[in-house]
């Protein structure tokens, strides 16, 4: 009799959601899976911005430690919570095919966009909100912490115009509204849209079981891009966005790095073939660095040990 694969968790609906894909996906291979909710550090904190409690893989600490500990098998993420750094004897062994990788605005009213009047605007990220007060400098922007399900009903309580979110994200759990806004101008963060599966390094069963899950094409992206935000050394500290798309053997990669107030933006377009893949998202980031990057990492720094 083969093992019942356990899959650690977050116990958020969208990450109950992702877990159950995957679960799902295990079975239809003829393996057996079950469920391990568990509640993360970032789940349970709400009352700082993420960027303040000064946790990397926040949301992703909780589920590494019951895998080390052997009280789960796998864990599966959203991939953009993951640090791009992972715990000794955890493995990365698939990335599932990726959704929609962009941001959007659920509003109360699209009017306000096209007016100088002052508005509000609510998320708990950083790359969000640098890159919405680049192009909204007369707008505020307010923390928005909890999961998507505490994030749509807090928008409804306060007097905000609308509030930033993944549309994967509001997609995957059937609460994407019919008027939000896609914010195609943005980049998303490193990752958005994927699901990420770990196990343990030297679980082989575990291992051979999840791989055959990996869709290759966003493991190619999702990894350019983690490369290109560890190279830059991101994490959720620093406004970066990045994203790798293939097409016709081509890999197009756009990736940013914001000041944290939004005045200040470099940014790179580059388009290599497929199989140069390898270093890519590092040269990337070196060319962001060199063009000015590492001065306005350096003063990101300083500003967060100062918020700290």
Excluded at 98 to 124: M, Q, Y
Excluded at 164 to 183: N, Q
Excluded at 188 to 213: N, R, W
Excluded at 254 to 276: A, C, E, M, R
Aim: hydrophobic share 40%.
């Amino acid at each position: 009799m083969s093992k019942i694969i356990r899959i650690g968790t977050r116990d958020s609906e969208l990450a109950l959601w992702q877990a159950t894909t995957v679960q799902q996906k295990i079975e239809a291979l003829g393996f057996d899976a079950t469920l391990i909710p568990i509640k993360s550090t970032g789940d349970q904190v709400l009352d700082k911005p993420l960027y303040e409690l000064g946790i990397t893989g926040i949301f992703t600490k909780t589920l590494d430690v019951a895998l080390l500990k052997g009280q789960i098998d796998i864990a599966v993420h959203s991939m953009k919570d993951v640090p791009t750094q992972l715990p000794k004897g955890i493995v990365q062994t698939a990335v599932l095919e990726r959704a929609v990788t962009s941001d959007i605005l659920v509003h109360k009213g699209s009017e306000f966009l096209e007016s100088e009047k002052p508005a509000t605007i609510a998320t708990g990220s950083l790359r969000r909100k640098a890159q919405w007060l680049h192009k909204y400098p007369h707008h505020k922007v307010v923390d928005l912490r909890g999961n998507v399900n505490s994030r749509l009903l807090k928008l409804i309580e306060n007097d905000w115009s609308g509030a930033i979110f993944a549309h994967a994200g509001l997609e995957r759990i059937k609460l994407l509204p019919k008027d939000a806004i896609s914010l195609d101008w943005m980049i998303p963060a490193p990752a958005q849209g994927a699901m990420l599966i770990v196990a343990l390094e030297k679980d082989e069963f575990s291992k051979d079981v999840t791989q055959k899950l990996n869709h290759h094409n966003s493991e190619i992206t999702t990894t350019i891009e983690r490369e290109f935000l560890r190279t830059l050394e991101g994490g959720c500290t620093a406004p970066i966005g990045a994203l790798a798309t293939i097409k016709d053997e081509s890999i197009n990669f756009i990736g940013t790095v914001f000041s944290l107030d939004g005045k200040q933006k470099i940014d790179i377009k580059k388009n290599v073939p497929v199989q140069s893949a390898k270093g890519f998202g590092e040269q990337c980031a070196k060319d962001v660095l060199n063009k000015g990057g590492a001065k306005l990492m350096e003063s990101i720094r300083n500003e967060n040990s100062t918020l700290h």
